[in-house]
């Protein structure tokens, strides 16, 4: 196969740090990108504290992240890379279009937003453009994040939630139990109740099927996720 271009100006020697806790994701995005860049050089890390480890040992470039892994997630991750590594351009992975995720990610820190969706061409593009100093977000999800900071669509109740929170409630309505979460996210099954306790307070929600319901309306996991 031969290798797409790479855009006239953009450097041709970049060092890539691939972090996915699917091991199926990292070795599709390494294939993606030895096809298309061959003189970058990619590793891998199979969650955030291997990544943090990687990145005392030796230096980066470019750190792709999934916004959503077990333990630290990745907007954790972006918070801690971002303090210990101010240079290292990070650009977030998320199977999430919904603009809160984005926008989080943005205020945390980030370099740019894109899906597990997009192109090829599409995350070449990102790669090149933050590290060039720029910001990459695509068209579509920049039209709704401005048309959220503007108030043409009002804050959905779910804003007001933590971080934290809000990975607790998506993993709930993903169908995990709270001993699973807990676990994943390396917190007590009594913190993850007070979590769905809180989490259902702000929304207004009466029971935990309500919960799911209102998680999937929203955007908030795919619809395939849910038990």
Known sequence: MNAMPIPK????????????????????????????????????????HEALAR????????????????GMSG??????????FPLLRVLMLSIHTEELYAMRAFKGGANGYVTKDSTTRELVDAICKVVAGGIYVSVG????????????SGDPNHAQLSDRELEVLRRLAGGSRPSEIGAALHISTK????????IMERLLLPNTAALIRYAVEQGLVPRQEKA
């Open 9 to 48: 100006g953009n450097p041709t020697s970049l060092r890539i740090l691939l972090v996915d806790d699917h091991a199926i994701v990292r070795e599709g995005l390494k294939r993606m990108l030895e096809a298309t860049a061959p003189q970058w050089t990619t590793d891998e890390a199979a969650h955030g």
């Open 55 to 70: 990145l005392h040992e030796q230096g980066y470039d470019v750190a792709i992240v999934d916004i959503s892994m077990p």
């Open 75 to 84: 907007l954790e991750f972006l918070r801690r890379a971002r303090a210990d």
């Open 141 to 152: 999800l920049a039209e709704r994040m401005v048309r959220t900071l503007n108030g043409a």
């Open 191 to 198: 913190t993850v109740s007070t979590h769905k306790t809180r």
